[in-house]
């Protein structure tokens, strides 16, 4: 998939619109998801134009991958969320209902999850 320049998280990278920033370096940028699904409920992107983590893995720099690694276990550690344990999560594409075009890796914590993934 192209990267579509108007998605709402290059929106965010380039300012247009309001985030509630709790990370941003060089390389990444975590900031609230607007739609909270757990106490804390924390999105981490890189800056670059990546659409999935295949196009990231494949096409960042070690430079860039290393930051987007390192952010989201600062951004976990920043928030408490170590000792008790929290999850990550990322959805590529259509058949994991990947919503926003760039891609983000969901850190949720701050209370009891349930099992991987739920039995259809
Ligand atoms: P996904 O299904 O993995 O693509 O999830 C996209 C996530 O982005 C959802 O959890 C949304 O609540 C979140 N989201 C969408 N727009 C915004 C925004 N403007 N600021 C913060 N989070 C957002």
Do not use: W
């Not at 607007?34 to 409920?41: C, E, K, Q, R, V």
């Not at 893995?57 to 390192?70: H, L």
């Amino acid at each position: 998939m192209a990267y579509d320049p108007n998605n709402i998280f290059a929106k965010i990278l380039r300012g247009e619109v309001p985030s509630k920033k709790v990370h941003e370096d060089e390389h990444t940028l975590a900031f609230h998801d607007i739609n909270p699904l757990t106490p804390s409920h924390i999105l981490v992107i890189p800056k670059g134009p990546y659409v999935s983590f295949d196009d990231f893995s494949e096409k960042a720099s070690d430079a860039e991958i290393a930051a987007f690694t390192r952010a989201i276990g600062k951004v976990a550690r920043d928030h408490g969320l170590a000792g008790d344990g929290y999850r990550i999560l990322a959805n590529i594409g259509e058949n994991a209902h990947q919503e926003v075009p760039h891609l983000h890796v969901h850190i949720f914590g701050g209370k009891r999850l349930g099992r991987m993934l739920p039995k259809e």
